[in-house]
């Protein structure tokens, strides 16, 4: 399983392979020419809830991991939809976050990286 993580301000690369966004919004000013997504999982997300309590704030960020990876054991069908793709071929889990060390996407390829069971 190839699990990369890529924000979706950053040039696509061939490399990529399949390119899932991963955010419940679609990225402010970029079309969805230039983003070149492939898939987008708006249900993967986590809730509007969780994201908007989460605000980013890496004081935040234990206890959002926690709930998001309770929020992913909830969605089974499309966690397993998304391991199917990464057991085939390489994905690239594209987000708009501007922190790369504290987002859902990070989570989510841990989650994905456990085979669905934990982060």
Known sequence: MRI????????PDPDDGL?????RLWPRGLSKRDARIDLWLKEIAPS???RQWFGHDPAKWRT???RYVREL???KSVVDELLRHAKAET?????????????DAL???AFLESDGKSA
């Open 4 to 11: 990369k993580l890529k924000r979706v301000y950053a040039k």
């Open 19 to 23: 390119r899932i966004l991963v955010d």
């Open 48 to 50: 509007t809830e969780l």
């Open 64 to 66: 959002f991991t926690a």
């Open 73 to 75: 054991k909830e969605n």
């Open 91 to 103: 994905v690239t889990l594209v987000y708009g976050a501007k922190d790369e060390e504290h987002n």
């Open 107 to 109: 989570v989510l390829k």
